[in-house]
């Protein structure tokens, strides 16, 4: 079944940052599918703002490269890549200097009915100035809306600060904080299979789960990123994303999909979570740093080799798990197992909702001992939700119970590519539809839970624990979770 496309109107996308990784990786061809598949069309513009000295012809060039390296192959059309990199100008602009904005104007359309989007692919130091001069210039008219990349702060003070310096410029219904993993279609489908099932929703709670895992794996290393040391796992995984994810779990049903119904039941969750402190936070938090890996056939540097030498010595953490609890009605005592790191054994994203044992087996030993219903939802790679259950094993004999899983694999239900988060967000920005984007209450409740546990690390002036390239992390987030009597879901438990 193909996928419907609804076009969007006419938009301006102003991007600052235009000449940086992310918006070559990710805007252009994002941008560039939407356009393939009809959502709009060269009426719109697509301006791209960095100091490098570029003109339009550049950055058209920039564009064509884009799609060469990052949209596969059997998408090039030259028709429709040329069609589209007409719609792409470049201005030459230090955001800093208030007399380097007129040739923004310039490019803009003076028409109030047309959605101008301004994308802050930039450091957050810059958001304040870009805003300032955007309200100072009267570029934000009622169709006008931001969109924030992270890091949103490095902690609440720092992100209140932020947020006050975009809302001095915009209205909290014209911003939107991107968390491209609230774009994927896996976590979307979180909605649905909870509230568009009957099946589900009676049972999503403690009387019939036993725990629930969010793992989100990296293979790769940090590499040589400042940001990196500066934020940390924590920062960088755990504030923003995972904790997203969390919220879509274990959240109340909201009495619809507007967004702030959404948003709403997301922030009480956010409230109902349990400070980590004092030796709840010794017990239930683990924080690992790669070691790196020097053999015959395997070189592969660790996480302090890959530093600087004036960061030598860092104790920023890449790892990080944490056995979270919800202080609430549904979910009492039912614990939620996160964790997230780089150089792990492969990569992946996943949640897993752990089902309680069948309170009283009726088979026979020797007919097998029932395992406990999972299901798995798959965010990355191999998009796919998996339901484990007891069968019975065919063939004569007699019963022999067997664990097997039904299958929603969407490479292999749906005809048509899956497509990436930017795509969804991106034109949700021109939708005007915040559901996938973070409220500033969402975000700084979030930091009032993520800030004490990062205080408390930082005071024990502690090493992360080491562990090896390609493992699972260190061996005490292994105990985190195997001293309650429970493990953490594996590649080879498929």
């Known amino acids: 079944?193909?996928?419907?496309?609804?076009?969007?109107?006419?938009?301006?996308?102003?991007?600052?940052?235009?000449?940086?990784?992310?918006?070559?990786?990710?805007?252009?061809?994002?941008?560039?599918?939407?356009?393939?598949?009809?959502?709009?069309?060269?009426?719109?513009?697509?301006?791209?703002?960095?100091?490098?000295?570029?003109?339009?012809?550049?950055?058209?060039?920039?564009?064509?490269?884009?799609?060469?390296?990052?949209?596969?192959e059997i998408y090039h059309d030259p028709d429709v890549i040329?069609?589209?990199?007409?719609?792409?100008?470049?201005?030459?602009?230090?955001?800093?200097?208030?007399?380097?904005?007129?040739?923004?104007?310039?490019?803009?359309?003076?028409?109030?009915?047309?959605?101008?989007?301004?994308?802050?692919?930039?450091?957050?130091?810059?958001?304040?100035?870009?805003?300032?001069?955007?309200?100072?210039?009267?570029?934000?008219?009622?169709?006008?809306?931001v969109v924030l990349e992270k890091p949103l702060g490095h902690d609440l003070e720092s992100s209140v600060q932020i947020n006050d310096a975009v809302g001095a410029a915009f209205s909290e219904d014209q911003i939107y904080r991107i968390d491209h993993y609230l774009g994927?279609?896996?976590?979307?489908?979180?909605?649905?299979?909870?509230?568009?099932?009957?099946?589900?929703?009676?049972?999503?709670?403690?009387?019939?789960?036993?725990?629930?895992?969010?793992?989100?794996?990296?293979?790769?290393?940090?590499?040589?990123?400042?940001?990196?040391?500066?934020?940390?796992?924590?920062?960088?995984m755990i504030q923003n994303h995972i904790l997203q994810l969390l919220c879509l779990v274990a959240m109340e049903p909201p009495a619809s999909n507007k967004p702030n119904a959404l948003r709403d039941e997301k922030l009480k969750v956010l409230r109902s979570?349990?400070?980590?402190?004092?030796?709840?936070?010794?017990?239930?938090?683990?924080?690992?740093?790669?070691?790196?890996?020097?053999a015959e056939t395997l070189e592969v540097a660790s996480y302090q080799d890959e530093l600087p030498d004036e960061l030598k010595g860092s104790h920023t953490e890449t790892f990080v798990a944490i056995k979270a609890e919800i202080k609430n009605w549904?979910?009492?005592?039912?614990?939620?197992?996160?964790?997230?790191?780089?150089?792990?054994?492969?990569?992946?994203?996943?949640?897993?909702?752990?089902?309680?044992?069948?309170?009283?087996?009726?088979?026979?030993?020797?007919?097998?001992?029932?395992?406990?219903?999972?299901?798995?939802?798959?965010?990355?790679?191999?998009?796919?939700?998996?339901?484990?259950?007891?069968?019975?094993?065919?063939?004569?004999?007699?019963m022999r119970l067997r664990e097997v899983h039904l299958n929603l694999s969407f490479a292999d239900t749906f005809e048509d590519r899956v497509p990436e988060a930017y795509e969804r967000l991106l034109l949700d920005v021109i939708r005007g539809d915040q559901t996938l984007f973070m409220r500033r209450d969402e975000l700084e409740e979030a930091w009032k839970w993520v800030d004490p546990i990062r205080a408390a690390w930082d005071a024990m002036h502690e090493a992360p624990q080491p562990y090896s390239v390609g493992t699972w992390g260190p061996t005490s987030s292994v105990a985190l979770i195997e001293r309650d009597g429970r493990t953490w879901h594996e590649e080879s438990d498929y």
């Open 82 to 145: 040329e069609k589209f990199v007409s719609c792409f100008s470049y201005v030459a602009n230090d955001v800093t200097d208030k007399d380097g904005w007129q040739e923004i104007s310039d490019k803009l359309r003076d028409d109030k009915d047309v959605v101008r989007a301004f994308y802050l692919a930039v450091a957050p130091n810059l958001f304040a100035p870009i805003c300032e001069y955007l309200k100072s210039g009267k570029y934000c008219h009622s169709n006008a809306r």
């Open 1 to 72: 079944m193909s996928a419907r496309v609804i076009p969007v109107q006419p938009f301006d996308y102003v991007v600052f940052g235009a000449t940086g990784d992310l918006t070559k990786r990710k805007l252009i061809p994002a941008l560039y599918y939407r356009f393939k598949a009809g959502q709009f069309d060269q009426r719109s513009r697509i301006i791209g703002i960095s100091r490098r000295p570029w003109d339009d012809k550049k950055m058209q060039e920039i564009a064509r490269q884009s799609i060469k390296n990052h949209v596969d």
């Open 330 to 398: 549904r979910w009492s005592g039912v614990p939620f197992y996160i964790r997230t790191g780089k150089r792990l054994a492969t990569r992946m994203s996943e949640i897993v909702i752990q089902f309680r044992k069948v309170p009283h087996s009726i088979f026979s030993k020797d007919q097998g001992t029932p395992t406990a219903n999972k299901l798995v939802i798959r965010l990355q790679p191999d998009e796919g939700v998996k339901l484990f259950m007891m069968i019975k094993d065919p063939g004569p004999g007699g």
């Open 273 to 294: 979570l349990k400070p980590l402190i004092g030796e709840d936070l010794k017990t239930n938090t683990v924080r690992g740093q790669y070691k790196g890996v020097r």
């Open 184 to 236: 994927k279609e896996t976590v979307q489908n979180l909605l649905a299979l909870r509230f568009a099932n009957a099946m589900f929703e009676p049972i999503w709670n403690a009387t019939h789960i036993d725990h629930v895992q969010i793992s989100v794996a990296e293979s790769v290393g940090a590499g040589t990123r400042g940001y990196y040391d500066e934020a940390g796992a924590l920062r960088d």
